[in-house]
T-cell receptor, first 115, second 109 residues
Framework: ETGVTQTPRHLVMGMTNKKSLKCEQH?????MYWYKQSAKKPLELMFV???????ENNSVPSRFSPECPNSSHLFLHLHTLQPEDSALYLC??????????????FGPGTRLTVL | GQNIDQPTEMTATEGAIVQINCTYQ??????LFWYQQHAGEAPTFLSY??LDGLEEKGRFSSFLSRSKGYSYLLLKELQMKDSASYLC??????????WGAGTKLIIKP
């Protein structure tokens, strides 16, 4: 148990569906992250939030829409996804804002399958 | 470009020692992390090195050579529960984490 929870753990959706992934951290951290993990590939950073403000958007397609209502919660809204978006989506949090060496703590991920 | 290289897969025997290597090429360097990830679970933090040398933490040790752009994770007295993927990640000059694809470690009895 890392103090970061994600729901759902598994999600199967069609290309026309709309769904949301949820992440919650119980560590009192100020920064939260969304990553995409595909088999045999490095983790891909998608979005970073510091104190609820988005500070990174690594050229992610607009069919992925993040939302950070407060420092403890992070959402990833999904719509009109493609089969190549099937992957493990990991949420992480860290104590400080960007520009530091703080360790990131990860949730267990949501295994997403797009049909 | 920035790049992290680590072996895709390694096999070792229970009770033995294994060394997982990682080489990095980054724009600037602010330290190197190792994470362990069991199948279907969250990556969990193992170590952080920013100075040259070996840091020991129980059965796990991590080494860094900044001049060579090289790190390794050393696992001693291997146990079956050590079967997992091990992720190497370097912090660049902008404090962005550059990740390797991970090394899948298989432990055999």
């Amino acid at each position: 148990e890392t103090g970061v929870t994600q729901t759902p753990r598994h999600l199967v959706m069609g290309m026309t569906n709309k769904k949301s992934l949820k992440c919650e951290q119980h560590l009192g951290h100020n920064a939260m992250y969304w990553y995409k993990q595909s088999a045999k590939k490095p983790l891909e950073l998608m979005f970073v939030y510091n104190f609820k403000e988005q500070t990174e958007n690594n050229s992610v397609p607009s069919r992925f829409s993040p939302e950070c209502p407060n420092s403890s919660h992070l959402f990833l809204h999904l719509h009109t996804l493609q089969p190549e978006d099937s992957a493990l989506y990991l949420c992480a949090s860290s104590q400080g804002t960007s520009g530091n060496t703080d360790t990131q703590y990860f949730g267990p991920g949501t295994r997403l399958t797009v049909l | 470009g920035q790049n992290i290289d680590q072996p895709t897969e390694m096999t070792a025997t229970e009770g033995a020692i294994v060394q997982i290597n990682c080489t990095y090429q980054t724009s600037g360097f602010n330290g190197l992390f190792w994470y362990q990830q069991h199948a279907g679970e969250a990556p969990t933090f193992l170590s952080y090195n920013v100075l040259d040398g070996l840091e020991e933490k129980g059965r796990f040790s991590s080494f860094l050579s900044r001049s060579k752009g090289y790190s390794y994770l050393l696992l001693k007295e291997l146990q079956m529960k050590d079967s997992a993927s091990y992720l190497c990640a370097a912090l660049d000059s902008n404090y962005q984490l550059i990740w390797g694809a991970g090394t899948k470690l298989i432990i055999k009895p």
